[in-house]
Nanobody, 123 residues
Framework: VQLQASGGGLVQAGGSLRLSCAAS????????MEWYRQAPGKQRELVAA???????NYADSGKGRFIISRNNAKDTVYLQMNSLKPEDTAVYYC??????????????????WGQGTLVTVSS
């Protein structure tokens, strides 16, 4: 099982980007899905989270600009980022607790992270 993030890139200040993160593998349930970011020299921080039933939570830095959503049928979470600022420059990571059956038939819940996607906002 794994998470695969995509959608990062270079954008000018004021622009928009949409990140995607898809889970794959023999997954039968995913609870909350989250986006984090880590800027150079800084700690990783939570950007936004969404529960399985669609309740959302945002860090103050993204409120009013970022929108997190998910497609449960596709096991995918999105982060729409608008009005981007240079201080949004960071590697963005998705994370989720993936519930799956192991090769031995065990019910496993595993904290998984995507590989990170770089967002660079130029001034």
């Amino acid at each position: 099982v794994q998470l695969q993030a995509s959608g990062g890139g270079l954008v000018q200040a004021g622009g928009s980007l949409r990140l995607s993160c898809a889970a794959s593998g023999n997954i039968f349930s995913i609870n909350a899905m989250e986006w984090y970011r880590q800027a150079p020299g800084k700690q990783r921080e939570l950007v936004a989270a969404i529960t399985k039933d669609g309740r959302t939570n945002y860090a103050d830095s993204g409120k009013g600009r970022f929108i997190i959503s998910r497609n449960n049928a596709k096991d995918t979470v999105y982060l729409q980022m608008n009005s981007l600022k240079p201080e949004d420059t960071a590697v963005y990571y998705c994370a989720a607790d993936l519930n799956y059956y192991s090769a031995y038939g065990e019910d496993v819940v595993e904290r998984s992270w995507g590989q990170g996607t770089l967002v660079t906002v130029s001034s």
